[in-house]
């Protein structure tokens, strides 16, 4: 089953605290980025990738692509103030498929396996995101107080990526820009319109890059994927 891929890559990466865009720092001598772009320029159910960027570096990560042999992006528009904003601006220039799957640049260990696993159940369902089970005893905090222990059982720790029939996502994002609502997911505006979503069990080394120790990790995954081939 075919899917395009919308890839928000126009943040600042402010925690990461590098001074430059997160994304282009090397992760074993490649840019996380590539890392990523990688994924899906070798998955076959990819026809397409959609990357939003800051203008003033859109000239960079063009020769990035062209340097690492990245083919499939079919088009780099500009991101916005916000995640979503960035995301919508893929959207706005993406043409009627299948499957969209919304995924973060700064996630640049997702696995064929799991894509797969989405790109079906969006499929079936309309709707399905990536979520590992959270490990920890998870507690309601007010003021530095406990409030409550939350059942761990129902609860999933959200990443991406995220996948959606074209025609319900469009309308999700649609509708939220018109009532300027802003989610800090892509599912928190398809669960608006009140169509369900599904969940598809990730994997924990589905990280996201975004502070100092990630990198630190990143580079143990990488190492042992390698020793692994
Ligand atoms: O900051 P954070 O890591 O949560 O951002 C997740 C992804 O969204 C990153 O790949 C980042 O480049 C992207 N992003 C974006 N536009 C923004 C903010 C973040 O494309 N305004």
């Not at 996380?32 to 960027?53: K, M, R």
């Not at 640049?108 to 369902?125: E, K, M, R, Y």
């Not at 959606?164 to 820009?177: C, K, N, P, T």
């Not at 994997?203 to 990488?222: P, R």
């Amino acid at each position: 089953m075919q899917y395009e891929v919308v890839l928000p890559a126009a943040g600042s990466g402010k925690r990461m605290g590098a001074g430059q865009n997160k994304l282009f720092l090397n992760l074993l001598e490649k840019p996380i980025l590539i890392h990523t772009l990688e994924v899906f320029e070798q998955d076959s159910q990819c026809t397409g990738i959609w990357l939003a960027v800051k203008p003033e570096e859109r000239g960079f990560i063009q020769e990035m692509l062209e340097r690492y042999g990245i083919s499939k992006v079919k088009g780099l528009p500009d991101g916005g103030a916000e995640r979503q904003h960035s995301v919508h601006s893929c959207m706005k220039e993406m043409k009627q498929v299948d499957i969209v799957l919304v995924h973060d640049a700064a996630r640049p260990f997702i696995t064929h396996d799991i894509i797969a696993n989405l790109v079906q159940s969006a499929h079936d369902f309309g709707a399905a995101i990536a979520g590992v089970r959270a490990k920890d005893t998870m507690k309601k905090v007010r003021d530095g107080v406990i409030e409550e222990t939350i059942d761990r059982e129902s609860l999933w720790m959200i990443q991406t990526p995220q996948a959606f029939q074209f025609d319900l996502i469009v309308e999700a994002e649609d509708v939220a820009e018109k009532v300027g609502f802003l989610g800090t997911d892509e599912a928190m505006l398809v669960e608006r319109l009140g169509h369900e979503v599904h969940i598809v069990e990730s994997s924990y080394e589905n990280v996201k890059m975004t502070t100092q120790e990630d990198l630190v990790f990143g580079e143990a995954i990488l190492q042992k994927r390698a020793k692994k081939q």
